[in-house]
């Protein structure tokens, strides 16, 4: 008969857990109907969230500035209990009951900040670092040993809700509130401005250690490692960006991206961008970017695959486009005072002169369009930007480009395939004076010294010692001698040398002294 009663009150025990574990019973006593009421204020977020926390979270690759968790940041007991890996966390609380002969035992267990959880008056377990299929073998293990067949019960009825602080790069610095199964990224969600990193948060646990996460990786990747669960007191730190660029054209995943240190144009094709579309044209790479300069506000270089293959470096806020070959359908040459070369870095390291360059265009660009998407090819100072002209089919089109690029002249003018766009040179010149052998004005050419314009003049003449020489720019300023000339400069040939000046004046000086001598020999006789 006893047994049987034990076998009754197993039952209905068991019976009265599980309901617990709905929150749908009415309790067996005080301490039960306080759990009852503590699950009910626990358990209600629908299993629809709770089970998206490890579907992936959607991090923006525009720079990493926003970032939509799809884990609720509200406790969800449902998720909880469906998981093998929940954390146990100060704050949750737990529900024990088992059959002690033929009373029913029952009592509400709460973790504290210390972790150690009393087990009635069998034995205390230190929690810390335990999932809660952990613990719960460990208590009904310690309770079966101690009351076999008592049908003992161990759940967790209500997840703990705990703080975590953010600040850093973000909109506002706050305390927020998230539970044991929010991931990083979700907590963040609504805190980053446009200038946060994703590539370096920090989380620094209430014990003092530090760990740096890259979610980055963990979207692109699915690097769960990398978009870590947070604990009670964790702070946030989010750091600014270094270096944000953006990728378009043809690429696999054209976008924006937060490189790291050692990423450049190499990086951002082939790993961030991953890697080249079938169509893409590597001779025809163009990265605009940000100067800190007024006049120049940005900058625009031409690339090719050789550029990528030498990793070009790059700089926060670069934009990188490449062309399609879909898009080449026509050419056209540049020629006269143009800045040549095949890459804007060539360009910059050679001396300006006349060049003949061919340069790929699509079909219908417009001029204005094309000058100032590649005004890095009109930047020689000698080029006469308001005589530039157009060959096409033996006809010479005038075109004032000074005025595309520094006013508002948009002429409706469209190139077409075969044109040639010449740049004149301005006639300017460096006038040399004094004592040289042909004074005069000479045509300007860019970075040359005073020597070379004096070369030109038949070089210095016998009234110039020492090559003495004084340079003035066109603004009457002294200039150093090791200086370049700059155009209508002045350059004046010191006359300085004595023995030009004596020879100058011996012949008169000889005529006056033999005058002298022959007076004075005729006085002398006419006396005698």
């Not at 309770?143 to 003992?152: E, I």
């Amino acid at each position: 008969m006893k047994l049987n009663k034990s076998i009754v009150l197993y039952l209905v025990l068991s019976f009265c857990s599980i309901a617990l574990l709905f929150g749908q019973t009415g309790g067996a006593g005080a301490a039960g109907a306080g759990a009852a009421g503590a699950a009910g204020a626990g358990g209600g977020a629908p299993a629809s969230d709770a089970s998206a926390a490890d579907a992936g979270q959607d991090y923006s690759a525009g720079g990493g500035q926003t970032i939509s968790g799809r884990t609720s940041l509200q406790p969800s007991l449902q998720y909880a209990l469906s998981v093998p890996n929940y954390p146990v966390t100060a704050g949750d609380i737990y529900l024990l009951a088992y059959n002690v002969g033929s009373t029913a035992v029952e009592f509400p267990i709460t973790v504290d900040t210390s972790y150690s959880i009393r087990v009635s008056n069998l034995r205390v377990i230190n929690a810390r670092g335990l999932t809660y299929r952990e613990l719960k073998q460990q208590v009904e293990d310690i309770v079966t040993k101690n009351y076999p067949l008592s049908g003992v019960q161990f759940a967790l009825r209500q997840p703990s809700v705990f703080r975590v602080f953010i600040n850093g790069e973000v909109s506002v610095a706050r305390e927020t509130s998230t539970w044991a199964l929010a991931r990083l990224s979700t907590v963040l969600a609504g805190s980053l401005t446009s200038r946060s990193s994703i590539r370096d948060v920090e989380v620094r646990s209430s014990g003092g250690t530090s760990r740096t996460y890259d979610l980055f990786r963990a979207q692109r990747f699915g690097e769960v490692s990398q978009d870590p669960y947070l604990r009670p007191d964790d702070t946030i730190i989010v750091q600014p960006v270094r270096r944000a660029v953006s990728i378009g054209g043809t690429v696999q995943r054209p976008g924006t991206y937060q490189l790291i240190e050692g990423d450049n144009l190499k990086k951002l094709v082939e790993y961030y961008g991953s890697g080249l579309t079938p169509l893409a044209d590597t001779s025809r790479i163009t990265l605009t970017r940000q100067i800190n300069d007024i006049q120049s506000p940005s900058k625009v270089f031409y690339l090719t695959n050789t550029d990528i293959a030498a990793d070009f470096e790059l700089n926060a806020l670069d934009v990188v486009a490449i062309s399609s070959l879909e898009e080449r359908s026509a050419r056209i040459f540049l020629q006269g005072a143009v800045v040549g070369g095949q890459t804007a870095i060539e360009a910059e390291s050679q001396v300006e002169g006349s060049y003949r360059l061919e340069v790929p265009i699509r079909n219908g660009t417009h001029f204005a369009s094309f000058v100032r998407s590649y005004r890095s090819y009109f930047t020689n100072q000698s080029a006469d930007l308001e005589k530039v002209y157009i060959e096409r089919a033996g006809e010479r089109i005038l075109v004032n480009v000074h005025n595309i690029l520094y006013g508002s002249f948009n002429p409706e003018l469209v190139l077409q395939n075969e044109d040639i766009i010449t740049i004149p040179f301005k006639q300017m010149f460096v006038s040399v004076t004094g004592a040289v052998v042909t004074p005069g004005k000479y045509p300007y050419i860019q970075d040359r010294t005073y020597e070379y314009y004096v070369s030109l003049a038949g070089g210095f003449s016998d009234a110039n010692a020492f090559n003495a020489v004084e340079l003035r720019d066109f603004n009457n300023n002294k200039l150093d001698k090791n200086a370049y000339i700059m155009p209508e400069s002045i350059i004046e040939a010191k006359r300085n040398s004595f023995l030009y000046g004596f020879n100058r004046i011996a012949p008169v000086v000889t005529t006056i002294l033999s005058i002298v001598t022959t007076t004075i020999s005729v006085l002398a006789l006419i006396q005698q």
